[in-house]
């Protein structure tokens, strides 16, 4: 029954016309958005609608929240939702707004097994124990305004996201059937493993050398690629990008 009142509260919300400012703010601040097929869009305004009632957004740092900063974060984070029943981020509550980069004290694993105490600074991050997602506002929109660089913060960070719906920081989110488990581990599995070689050597990669930290971190760094990098990921690394395709359901290199 709850679960009845919240898809119909959803439909509605999803109904609701956007604003022509939120519609002029996502058109400035997240240019990718001009690219989607028309319907595509009208589906990723409705989702900004859901995403906006149902997430709680703090500033943090001094930083006083605005509407364009709710909406533009929050169009990046839907895009990675269009065409799929969704649950709009179930283990997420709140996203956590700095200025610009912002320090977190504690231990850091500098690889290796050697860790190291101090504040280190970060961008953004989240983690599949936290129901949190902490974003710095400047890197944010800046990943957003450069569409073709690879780099995106809010797609990273929400990537992840998606993959902890799975039960695990493992890089691999919930996937429709046995079979494409399967796939996804083969095909992934040997681009992480190609992306740690290349990494060794200094060889160059469409894929952020990042993404040769871990699987959990190879899926956000593959998220990245895929919308911002489409044509190049798509010919230089075309199993990753059907793995890719299939799972966000869109096909950027298309666009
Ligand atoms: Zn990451």
């Known amino acids: ?101 912002y320090v977190v004290e504690g231990e850091h694993h500098l690889g290796g097994g050697v860790w190291e105490e101090g504040d280190e600074p970060h961008l953004g991050h989240t983690g599949s124990s936290l129901s949190a997602l902490v974003l710095a506002w400047d890197s944010s929109l800046g990943g957003a305004r450069v569409i073709d660089d690879g780099e995106n913060l809010v797609f990273h960070e929400f990537a992840h996201q998606l993959d902890f719906e ?15 488990y399967a796939s996804w581990a083969r095909v992934l599995g040997a681009e992480f493993d190609a992306l740690r070689r290349a990494s060794e050597t200094g060889a160059p990669s469409v894929l952020d050398e990042y ?32 793995q890719l395709r299939a799972f966000y359901r869109q096909d950027p290199a298309e666009w």
Request: charged share 25%; glycine share 6%.
């Open 1 to 101: 029954m709850v679960a009845f009142f919240k898809s119909r509260r959803r439909a509605r919300l999803r109904a609701l016309p956007i604003s022509d400012e939120w519609r002029r703010t996502i058109e400035r601040n997240v240019p990718i958005v001009r690219r989607l097929p028309g319907a595509d869009r009208e589906e990723l305004f409705g989702h900004v609608q859901v995403f906006l009632a149902e997430k709680h957004f703090e500033g943090c740092g001094g930083l006083e929240l605005t509407d364009e900063i709710r909406v533009t974060i929050a169009a990046q984070a839907c895009l990675l939702l269009l065409h799929r029943d969704t649950d709009y981020y179930p283990l997420l509550t709140s996203i956590l707004v700095y200025p610009s980069t």
């Open 166 to 180: 799975s039960g695990d920081a493992n890089g691999t989110p919930l996937l429709e059937s046995n079979g494409q």
């Open 211 to 242: 993404g040769a930290e871990n699987p959990a971190e190879f899926f956000a760094v593959a998220t990245e690629a895929f919308f911002e990098r489409p044509i190049e990921l798509r010919s230089k690394h075309a199993a990753l990008y059907e």
